[in-house]
């Protein structure tokens, strides 16, 4: 990954050696081109959690876009000759922007979602989609889309201060393709800029502020800590693998993922906060080197005694079927001293036959059928080690489960029957509160009892002692 990165660092590069064999330079990268194109729409149709043929695709679409990076690279002024437009450029750097986004939803290691963010952001530095945007329409839509995954990849990556300033772009750029394409309907660009907007008011810096991660600013250094034995057991089961699923009508998301996922994904991550993030203040040069503004990690962030993240699915608005196939193909891959948690999230419920206790709707109304999620169909992924969190009023229906099981015992945290009744902790406008207190117990408490974001910011202000 490392000499990737370099690839781009230097994309100012002019031209190279030229054509092989004396074919043209622009027919060879046209044909590496079309060959790229075919292999990444292959990928971007297998979803994440089909990770044994995602990895056999992603490797071959990496090495085919390497291959047209680094061509291009070395024949730059030719190809320009030839017809290469700045946007063309831009295409290929934000495809391969989205096949490191892909790999760490597939496999949760954090230096995948950091490669990521280095081409996004040389593309954003860059302005490869600038030239032309407003005379082609497909252009903006590009640089539109190319901001909203953008925009993805700091929300996971908390790097909020990039997230507002994309934002701010989007709100803006939106408003220009408007009057600049009266003939075109950006409605849909309207609705993701008020998605994002929503998910922010959510999810504040208040309570993005404190992960259930190690803190360089609220938690002692890791050698004042007192040592604690590590417990006798014979298997060392480790949670190698989280199903993260919410299903609530007109609930508080970003794209395809809801305020609570995210959550949950957050506090699923072994990785720093970041806090451990650091940037200086040098842009990258006209020419696309970079200066000291590439992100610096302390000591790269590499911590060998931290495990590997779990990997993690994410599923949005899932019918049952598609629920029960994730988890049966997760089960079959997990390794044998691994755990499996599953987080569902959902505000139907129903009542359930006379053999059954309860059950879970899947959809925005609470009648029984197809899609209803029962305790019985959790059983057969009770032969390997699981931890269930179920977040519905309903949730005590789950408690047969640890009665049942058919081989391994079942850990399980489930929801109360009923919330608080506080203004600020209705789930349209702030997500679940229980899950708020599984990934921020001290900001839902505050929630809880009253205190918003600009309460918490006024005793903070009030408190603060002089600068020296």
């Not at 437009?85 to 597939?106: C, P, V």
């Amino acid at each position: 990954m490392s000499s990737q990165q370099q690839q781009m660092q230097n994309s100012g590069g002019g031209g190279g050696s030229g054509g092989s064999m004396g074919i043209p330079a622009s027919e060879i990268f046209w044909t590496l081109a079309d060959k790229a194109d075919k292999k990444f729409s292959k990928i971007r149709d297998i979803p994440f959690y089909q990770r044994s043929r995602r990895d056999t695709y992603f490797y071959k679409v990496f090495k085919v876009y390497t291959q047209l990076w680094k061509f291009q690279q070395e024949n730059r002024q030719k190809l320009v000759e030839a017809g290469l437009r700045r946007w063309e450029i831009g295409e290929i750097a934000s495809r391969i922007g989205q096949l490191y986004f892909g790999q760490y939803m597939q496999t949760s290691d954090a230096n995948y979602l950091s490669e990521s963010y280095i081409f996004y952001e040389a593309i954003l530095t860059r302005e490869y989609f600038k030239e032309g945007m407003f005379q082609d329409v497909n252009i903006a839509n590009k640089q539109l889309r190319f901001l909203a995954r953008f925009i993805m990849v700091c929300l996971v990556l908390n790097r909020r201060e990039m997230v507002q300033q994309l934002v701010n772009q989007l709100k803006v750029l939106v408003d220009e393709c408007k009057r600049a394409f009266q003939e075109s309907d950006f409605k849909e660009w309207k609705l993701v800029v008020q998605e994002i907007v929503r998910f922010l008011k959510a999810d504040t810096a208040f309570m993005n502020l404190r992960p259930l991660r190690y803190s360089l600013v609220l938690d002692s250094h890791p050698d004042t800590l007192p040592h604690v034995p590590a417990a006798i057991s014979k298997r060392h089961l480790k949670l190698r693998d989280a199903v993260l699923s919410s299903f609530h009508e007109n609930e508080v998301k970003y794209s395809e993922l809801t305020v609570d996922t995210f959550r949950m994904l957050q506090c699923l991550e072994w990785e720093p906060s970041g806090l451990f993030y650091q940037s200086s203040g040098s842009k990258l040069s006209q020419n696309g080197a970079t200066g000291t503004s590439r992100i610096s990690y302390i000591q790269d962030i590499a911590d060998p005694t931290l495990p590997e993240n779990p990997r993690k699915a994410v599923l949005y608005h899932p019918a049952l079927t598609h629920f029960i196939a994730v988890l049966a193909t997760i089960c079959e891959e997990l390794p044998s001293d691994g755990i499996l948690l599953v987080y569902l999230s959902a505000s139907g419920y129903c009542s359930s036959p006379q053999n059954e206790s309860g059950c879970i709707h899947l959809g925005s109304h609470g009648e029984r059928g197809s899609n209803c999620v029962y305790p019985s169909d959790f059983l057969p992924f009770t032969r390997r080690p699981l931890l269930l969190v179920i977040d519905n009023d309903n949730s005590n229906a789950f408690k047969v489960i640890a009665d049942a099981e058919k081989g391994e015992p079942v850990a399980m945290l489930l929801s109360p029957s009923c919330s608080p009744a506080v203004s600020d902790c209705s789930h349209h406008s702030n997500g679940s509160l229980f899950t708020m207190f599984l990934t921020a117990p001290l900001q839902a408490f505050c929630l809880l009892i009253g205190l918003s974001d600009t309460d918490i910011d006024l005793v903070c202000n009030q408190c603060a002692l002089p600068s020296c």
